[in-house]
């Protein structure tokens, strides 16, 4: 019982233990139980993600009791929480874990800007403060974690690595398995299931983290500027809800709003350049007509397709980003017709996973996408492209995002990226001069 619940609040449905065991337990003061959604007349709360919105509540009757039950649509992925439903949280001691004496086997070198941020997140650590990490995409976040995770694994703390998108989850687990060996680390993600989720190490989406209660003394969190934990309060309620009291804070991010750069008590570190020390890659914005007239009579302009079929003929990986899933299917026809092997990726596809790792192992030279992969993926020699540039989909953060796939391997540092436009946008002008002023700062501090 205490394997499965310490650390989590569930529903009883998610606990594999009878009624009964769930009573002796909760009388013997090892469980609590609190309500899954307060009503309290016009006020209406679930208390698993945080909703207060009233139109996010659904309502059926019961033949049980006089007023309707109240259910939460807005987690209902999660499983049905109700105004008669229950959450179970552990109310003992938590289980112990073996912490080898040198847990992280991980021998590189830092670059100084990194180095002094790893410093500085080892710091928050050990003074349980919050630290916004703003580092330049590629310059090597991952490795600037690991001692501070270390210190932490050390000292008895538990650590958790929560991120938005299960594509970054799936790319950081094995990197930390690799540097910690012999750590318990478990990875939670839509449809992953058979884990440990009482490990000292959890790497999780922000959406699993709404299972966590009060279990962690170092929350890590990467791409906080990602859709959707930006734009879900209820993912940044799951958050504060899995951190102990005065646990440590720590963000990652390229992009971070002028917002969050400013939030109280939230001290700031940069790290303006790439580990291996090179310029990040200049957007170069290329006119290419009324690209969306074309792609109706199932054509492409002639500058985007003879990049596409470049790349293709020299079996140089490219990363074509689209504004939508119907031009995406639209351009992966057109292409098709043309005999240009490629996959097409969005957040819908089933086999998403499957071509990402095709790309990565060379099986495939062009990979059709949506914003879904504008971060949390490394292929060493991609260039990149984007159609319809002038989207309002591509944000400047966006394209700043998308632009940073490009040179982040010391091998091949430089690369090409290209914006193909019906007209420049604000967003791209600011993309290009954010980039342009992170490569003119001199020095990381």
């Not at 260039?383 to 540039?389: M, T």
Request: glycine share 6%.
């Amino acid at each position: 019982m205490r394997r499965h619940l310490a650390g989590r609040r569930l529903t009883e449905k998610e606990i594999p233990f009878s009624k009964d065991i769930l009573e002796a337990h909760e009388q013997a003061g090892y469980l609590k139980q609190s309500p899954g959604i307060i009503v309290n007349g016009s006020y209406t709360q679930c208390q698993r993600c945080g909703n207060q919105t009233s139109s996010l509540f659904g309502y059926y009757q019961s033949p049980l009791f006089s007023s309707d039950i109240c259910y939460c649509r807005h987690c209902l992925a999660l499983g049905k929480i109700s105004s008669t439903t229950s959450l179970y949280s552990w109310n003992a001691s938590p289980p112990s874990y073996t912490i080898p004496a040198a847990p992280l086997t991980w021998q590189g070198t830092l670059s100084k800007g990194q180095q002094h941020a790893s410093d500085r997140v080892i710091q928050a650590i050990q003074n349980r403060t919050s630290l916004l990490v703003w580092a330049v995409c590629g310059s090597g976040k991952t490795e600037v974690l690991f001692k501070g995770v270390e210190t932490a694994l050390l000292e008895g703390k538990r650590v958790l690595i929560a991120t938005p998108r299960t594509d970054v989850v799936k790319e950081l687990a094995p990197r930390f398995e690799h540097v910690f060996p012999e750590v318990t680390l478990s990875a939670l993600y839509g449809g992953q299931t058979k884990v440990n989720p009482t490990a000292p190490l959890i790497i999780a989406t922000t959406h699993q983290v709404l299972r966590f209660y009060q279990a962690f003394d170092v929350v890590i969190v990467d791409e906080v500027d990602a859709f959707p934990y930006t734009y879900d309060e209820s993912l940044q309620y799951g958050v504060k809800q899995a951190q102990k009291e005065n646990a440590s804070m720590i963000l990652l991010s390229a992009t971070p709003s002028k917002a969050l750069r400013e939030t109280p008590h939230l001290q700031v570190t940069r790290i303006a350049r790439r580990y291996h020390g090179f310029d990040l890659p200049v957007p170069r914005l290329e006119w290419c007509g009324p690209w969306h007239k074309k792609v109706l009579k199932e054509r492409l302009p002639s500058t985007i397709f003879n990049w596409i079929a470049d790349h293709h003929q020299h079996n140089a990986p490219a990363l074509v980003f689209v504004p939508s899933i119907r031009v995406l299917h639209q351009i992966s026809s057109i292409l098709q017709k043309k005999n240009i092997s490629h996959a097409a990726v969005h957040s819908a596809s089933t086999d998403r996973h499957q071509h990402v790792e095709a790309f990565r192992q060379s099986k495939i030279p062009i990979v059709l996408t949506t914003t879904i992969l504008e971060r949390g993926i490394t292929i060493p020699k991609v260039d990149i492209a984007v159609i319809g540039a002038e989207a309002d989909l591509f944000t400047e953060s966006a394209l700043v995002q998308m632009a940073g796939r490009v040179g982040r391997h010391k091998d091949f540092p430089t690369g090409d990226v290209v914006f193909f436009h019906y007209g420049k946008t604000r967003a791209m002008r600011n993309a290009v001069d954010h980039i342009k002023k992170m490569n003119a700062e001199e020095m990381d501090h």
